[in-house]
């Protein structure tokens, strides 16, 4: 039966300093038994760290799950963080001697795969996380936390190692939008389970082109198809897809639009009134809904099943019910609005180069085995495809040379579209992102600025099965 548990709502760390257990727990997401999961802290989704801007946040992770997971590595996605903080992917090791899809020497050292960087088994690493940009506080954003190992990053995902991070700051806190109680957090995924309630085990022998695993039960909050109630007014919610490849479209089915307020790199310029807005995977979008049109009714939120034309293998955006809102019958005030004015752009986005210094192609290829890959290579964690000097703003091109759609995500900072198959993006991506959707056949045009950090980040399609499947590169900052 459909929207019969209530919305979970994770519980909120706000320590500055904290320690979180990896490790295995139960959770009730169907009727009947409880389902294992591999967790951050004993949930899925694990718990929503809130943190202030500005405020050096460092968390421990211990690595309780059995010795067989092999090495764990944390990255906080959407973060401005050090290189050896950032999740490095590592290379082979005694739990992982091969790789089936990415070309990595056996002998590497530890320092040069990155594998001093992960968590072992039974260990713990601490990560900082400063949440500044050039020793200013950063700004407020919605971002997320998960694993990024080499070669298992869909697999560990799949078990449920993935959470919430929320950045707030003075000048959201401004702002009249709505908050507290009225600005909820939804993580959607999708997973599929047998019939004793267990996660299945989807990572059979699909290929590139053919890698995407979709599951058949769509979870918020790590519950299927909850509910929730609310007061007749306006609520903020944020939105985050952590999907292995599904793309949902979102709509209210009482076509209430949605005032789109932020994106992956916080609030935007201006708020866009949306009817449908497509997340894809690791995506996040911010919408005010208002609930006082709805009073005493209810409200699902629900995704379209496709954007005709577009998209002819990718994503396999969801077609039905997410969750429900119960709306409550009683009215209250309600003294929150959105600006027609919410946070600028950067100034450096004005005044950025829009010729490419470099070009990121991805196809699909290969001798022995077929792999994705980016500029003729899979994944090599010695390698870097392309250098930066700190302090410098790089203008990329981004062009999908294969017939699926890919959703590609940019380390070290938050980026900016300049344009899409040479057109200025439309309002809604108008803003800083980290993720973007690439249709196939397509080029984007996005821009950043590199302070703070040296050292290598990493370039990849998000669909978490590309990543795995040899889609991911590196670039360097150098000092
Ligand atoms: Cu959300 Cu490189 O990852
Ligand atoms: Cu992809």
Same mark, same amino acid.
């Given at each position: 039966?459909?929207?019969? @548990?209530?919305?979970?709502?994770?519980?909120?760390?706000?320590?500055?300093?904290?320690?979180?257990?990896?490790?295995? @727990?139960?959770?009730?997401?169907?009727?009947? *038994?409880?389902?294992?999961? %591999?967790?951050?802290?004993?949930?899925?989704?694990?718990?929503?760290?809130?943190?202030?801007?500005?405020?050096?946040?460092?968390?421990?992770?211990?690595?309780?799950?059995?010795?067989?997971?092999?090495?764990?590595?944390?990255?906080?996605?959407?973060?401005?963080? *050090?290189?050896?903080?950032?999740?490095?992917?590592?290379?082979?090791?005694?739990?992982?001697?091969?790789?089936?899809?990415?070309?990595? #020497?056996?002998?590497?050292?530890?320092?040069?795969?990155?594998?001093?960087?992960?968590?072992?088994?039974g260990e713990s690493k601490r990560y900082v996380y400063d949440l500044t940009e050039e020793g200013h506080p950063e700004r407020a954003a919605f971002k997320w936390y998960h694993d990024h190992r080499l070669d298992r990053t869909a697999l560990h995902a799949w078990h449920g190692l993935a959470g919430m991070f929320i950045v707030d700051d003075g000048f959201e806190a401004a702002l009249p939008l709505p908050h507290g109680d009225h600005d909820l957090a939804l993580t959607i995924a999708d997973r599929s389970f047998d019939r004793h309630n267990q996660l299945t085990d989807p990572f059979t022998d699909l290929r590139p082109p053919n890698d995407g695993i979709a599951g058949g039960r769509i979870l918020v909050n790590g519950a299927f198809m909850p509910h929730h109630r609310v007061a007749a007014r306006r609520y903020r919610l944020r939105v985050l897809n952590v999907s292995q490849f599904r793309a949902y479209d979102l709509y209210l089915s009482n076509g209430a639009p949605m005032v789109q307020i932020g994106a992956d790199g916080g609030l935007m310029p201006r708020p866009v009134r949306r009817s449908r807005i497509l997340v894809g995977p690791a995506e996040r979008v911010e919408v005010v809904v208002d609930f006082a049109h709805a009073r005493g009714d209810s409200v699902e939120l629900r995704s379209a099943p496709h954007r005709p034309g577009r998209?002819?293998?990718?994503?396999?955006?969801?077609?039905?019910?997410?969750?429900?809102?119960?709306?409550?019958?009683? *009215?209250?005030?309600?003294?929150?609005?959105?600006?027609?004015?919410?946070?600028?752009?950067?100034?450096?986005?004005?005044?950025?180069? *829009?010729?490419?210094?470099?070009? $990121?192609?991805?196809?699909?290829?290969?001798?022995?085995?077929? #792999? %994705?890959?980016?500029?003729?290579r899979s994944f090599d964690p010695t390698y870097c495809d392309t250098g930066v000097?700190?302090?410098?703003?790089?203008? $990329?091109?981004?062009?999908?040379?294969?017939?699926?759609?890919?959703?590609?995500?940019?380390?070290?900072?938050?980026?900016?579209?300049?344009?899409r198959e040479g057109r200025p993006p439309p309002p809604w991506e108008d803003c800083l992102k980290d993720t973007f959707f690439i249709y196939p056949g397509e080029r984007i045009v996005v821009a950043g600025r590199l302070v703070d950090h040296t050292g290598k980040f990493v370039v990849h399609c998000h669909m978490l099965d590309h990543e795995d499947h040899g889609l991911m590169s590196q670039f360097r900052v150098r000092a």
């Open positions: 039966m459909p929207f019969r @548990a209530p919305l979970p709502i994770p519980p909120e760390l706000t320590a500055a300093r904290l320690e979180i257990p990896i490790r295995l @727990a139960e959770q009730g997401i169907l009727p009947g *038994r409880k389902t294992k999961l %591999w967790t951050f802290g004993g949930s899925f989704p694990g718990p929503t760290i809130r943190r202030p801007a500005g405020e050096r946040t460092e968390i421990s992770f211990h690595h309780e799950l059995p010795a067989s997971v092999g090495e764990l590595s944390v990255h906080l996605h959407g973060g401005h963080n *050090r290189t050896q903080f950032d999740g490095q992917p590592g290379g082979l090791t005694g739990a992982q001697p091969f790789s089936e899809y990415c070309d990595i #020497s056996q002998d590497l050292s530890p320092r040069a795969s990155g594998n001093e960087l992960l968590i072992r088994p998209d002819p293998l990718g994503s396999h955006t969801y077609g039905g019910p997410l969750m429900q809102f119960r709306v409550d019958s009683t *009215r209250v005030p309600d003294r929150s609005r959105v600006p027609a004015r919410l946070r600028p752009l950067p100034p450096w986005t004005k005044k950025v180069s *829009r010729r490419p210094d470099h070009t $990121w192609t991805i196809t699909v290829g290969g001798v022995f085995k077929t #792999s %994705w890959l980016i500029n003729g000097r700190l302090g410098e703003t790089a203008t $990329w091109e981004l062009h999908n040379k294969t017939s699926v759609a890919h959703l590609m995500h940019l380390h070290h900072t938050s980026w900016y579209l300049l344009s």
